[in-house]
């Protein structure tokens, strides 16, 4: 009787687990095949619409580029001895973006002008789509081959096979279309794009795009240039288990392009696909780990039926003391077992001991990898400093406390007003904004003014909110601080005049574009004096080019005192001055600055020990009574300019003046004795 017990009590056991492990093998089998589809789903659509936004962004900004070369001055105006630096704009625009094959300048008639590297210079182009698309307005065209006599540089052919032509109308001041501005956008950009999603996905699947007439443009070289038909259904961010041509069933999933902003879309639909023995593999792989595990679990309840649960039971109370000790601190690595015990308890201590190693590796390698990231963090080249929620320092790298003026082993625990830092006083306000709303802050300034003969140091800074849980509020905050002041110099030099620290041309033309539009809001006028020195080139020639570089500063000088504060002074070049005096209220007061302006620059310099006399010659145009704009405004004030300079040194002339019909009218022009 006992045995038959025992043999009914193994196999009920054994036929419980079974069952059981049937029954949970069919939920898990459901829920994890449920689960994965949506992971897999929502990867596949992920993935594909990321490409797809990446795409159409991509291509956006690049007409973007064009666009808004098409309408830079030295663009919209064809005048001669600009041709150097229309190429170089478009050299310039070359280098801002790798994947720019080429791009070029044509004029009305399909010429090309102008082109990065002189490629197809002088070709006519007016037959290529691009240039009958770009004359009409911006234009994007379809992905498509370069043929061999499009360009005169059978070179440049091989080395680009496919692209996208990208190209916008060129318009002159009256809005007449002279020329368009065409680029060819390699297409190894859109696989640089799939290579960035791709690299971001834990599963392992391909990304294609397919045109709108059904051509894999980008993919597997296999698949490049076939016609695929893709169901019409799933479609529009569905996945599905589709036949493709190789016989292959494959898990796929579609985003279309829709374009953005302005661009409307090239109607490509991005796939993303994996085999579906792949992508089902780990489902297969769980059931089979489910039965093993069942039938390992049914033949151990079998054996306690067949009443060796002491056996069992003993060195289960072995493992179970050894985890106590683990649990209290020990550092154990091995588990003690008596020799009698079953193997499978032996296996399970052998795999805890190897738990247990495996931990100590891991621990290692934590406190390893806490040392290299405490090097990162205190080598790191910008500034970090780490809060708490009552902006007491918790830790400060050596850079921070260097541009601070402090020992970052001696912030601890102290605030940021404690710290009576210059740099993080200015910080300190969207720290604390960090702090209270839980958003992080970015783009803060600081300016430390230069002691001394040391330059002025700027600093931009972002505030990153810490949290310890999901439903709290931050537990501290970190400031992070880079130097800006190599770049602030950068931007100063790039609209400034290296020798006498006035504005440039292009600070000029940004300039009077946006008084000229704060002008037009407020009904208010503008004056524009266009200076030029006379007998400078004597200057140069009799006492050389230094005496003249020395006139130039003292000429800024001189026009700094005469000036207002809200005049802007501007060098254009050689001895040519621009001076915009805002608010003109009538002729008396261009009239009063253009005389002061000629009595000032007429006094003699002294240079060097030596006398040296000049004048000015002054055009002076009126915002809005001669033009509307800082191009007409410009050339009307130049035009009068050489109307003083053909009189007599020391003379300035109104636009309005020299207009057919007016002078005789006014009898003359004003004058400086």
């Known amino acids: 009787m006992s045995l038959r017990l025992r043999t009914l009590l193994s196999l009920s056991f054994a036929g419980v687990v079974i069952a059981t492990t049937a029954v949970v093998s069919a939920i898990v089998d459901y829920e994890a095949s449920h689960r994965l589809q949506k992971e897999l789903d929502r990867q596949f659509i992920g993935a594909a619409s990321q490409l797809a936004e990446d795409l159409d962004r991509g291509i956006y900004a690049r007409l973007r580029d064009i666009i808004n070369v098409s309408s830079l001055p030295t663009m919209r105006h064809l005048r001669e001895g600009q041709e150097e630096e229309r190429r170089n704009i478009l050299e310039a625009l070359k280098r801002t973006q790798e994947y720019y094959a080429w791009i070029g300048f044509t004029d009305e008639n399909g010429v090309v002008l102008q082109a990065t590297n002189g490629l197809m210079e002088g070709l006519n182009v007016a037959s290529q789509s691009w240039w009958l698309g770009g004359e009409a307005g911006p234009y994007v065209g379809d992905i498509r081959s370069l043929r061999q006599d499009a360009i005169n540089n059978p070179g440049f052919t091989t080395k680009l096979s496919n ?235 050596v850079k921070l406390a260097e541009w601070s003026g402090l020992q970052n082993t001696v912030v601890h625990g102290r605030t940021v007003t404690e710290l009576a830092s210059e740099l993080l006083g200015q910080f300190e306000t969207p720290l604390s904004q960090t702090l209270l709303s839980g958003s992080p802050s970015y783009n803060a300034e600081a300016v430390i003014e230069g002691k001394a003969n040391e330059v002025e140091r700027h600093f931009l800074a972002a505030c990153l909110p810490l949290f310890e849980d999901e439903q709290s509020g931050p537990a501290g905050a970190a400031l992070l601080i880079s130097e800006m002041t190599a770049q602030r110099q950068a931007e100063y030099f790039a609209t400034h005049d290296s020798l006498t620290g006035l504005a440039n041309r292009r600070f000029l033309t940004a300039y009077l574009f946006q008084e000229l539009a704060m002008a037009r809001r407020r009904k ?36 700094k005192n005469i000036c207002r504060e809200s005049d802007l002074i501007s060098r254009l070049g050689g001895d040519e001055f621009v001076i915009v005096a805002l608010d003109h209220k009538n002729l008396n007061n261009s009239a009063r600055l253009a005389k002061s302006v000629v009595i000032s620059l007429s006094r003699p310099y002294i240079l060097g020990g030596v006398h040296i006399h000049t004048s000015p010659s002054i055009g002076i145009a009126i915002y809005p009574d001669d033009a509307d704009d800082e191009t007409t405004l410009l050339r009307y004030a130049d035009e009068a300019m050489y109307e003083a300079k053909k009189s007599s040194p020391g003379q300035y002339r109104y636009y309005s003046l020299i207009k057919p019909g007016l002078l005789e009218a006014k009898g003359g022009s004003d004058s400086v004795a």
Not at 179 to 194: H, I, K, R
Not at 291 to 303: E, M, N, Q, T, V
Not at 533 to 559: C, I, P, S
């Open 163 to 397: 692209f996208i032509e990208i190209a916008a109308p060129v318009r002159n001041g009256q809005g007449l279309v002279i020329g368009v501005l065409g680029a060819y956008v390699s297409w190894d950009w859109a696989s640089e794009q799939a290579a960035n999603v791709l690299r971001h996905q834990s599963q392992k699947f391909e990304l294609l795009v397919v045109s709108q007439q059904n051509r894999v443009i980008l993919g597997p070289d296999s698949l490049l240039a076939l016609d695929i038909h893709l169901p019409d259904s799933p479609r529009a961010n569905a996945i599905g288990l589709i036949q493709w041509p190789d016989s292959e069933r494959y898990l796929t999933g579609f985003a279309d392009t829709k374009g953005f902003r302005s661009f409307k879309g090239l109607g490509w639909t991005v796939v993303a696909r994996q085999q579906a023995d792949t992508a089902l593999e780990p489902i297969r792989q769980l059931r089979t780990v489910i039965w093993r595990w069942g039938a390992i679990i049914a033949a151990a309840f079998a054996l306690v039926g067949w009443g060796i649960a002491e056996q069992i039971s003993r060195p289960l109370k072995s493992l179970a003391a050894s985890a106590r000790q683990i649990k209290d601190g020990a550092r154990l690595i091995a588990f003690r077992m008596q020799q009698s015990a079953p193997q499978e308890i032996h296996f399970l201590s052998d795999a805890l001991g190897d738990m247990m190693q495996q931990l100590k590796s891991r621990e290692t390698a934590l406190q390893r990898q806490y040392a290299e990231l405490d090097m990162l963090y205190e080598g790191a080249p910008i500034g970090i400093v780490i809060v708490d929620q009552t902006m007491h320092c918790l830790r400060m790298n």
């Open 524 to 559: 208010r006028k503008l004056a524009l004096l266009y200076l030029d020195l006379d007998r400078f080139k004597a200057v140069n020639d009799t006492y050389g080019h230094d005496a003249g570089d020395a006139l130039l500063k003292e000429v800024a000088f001189r026009l």
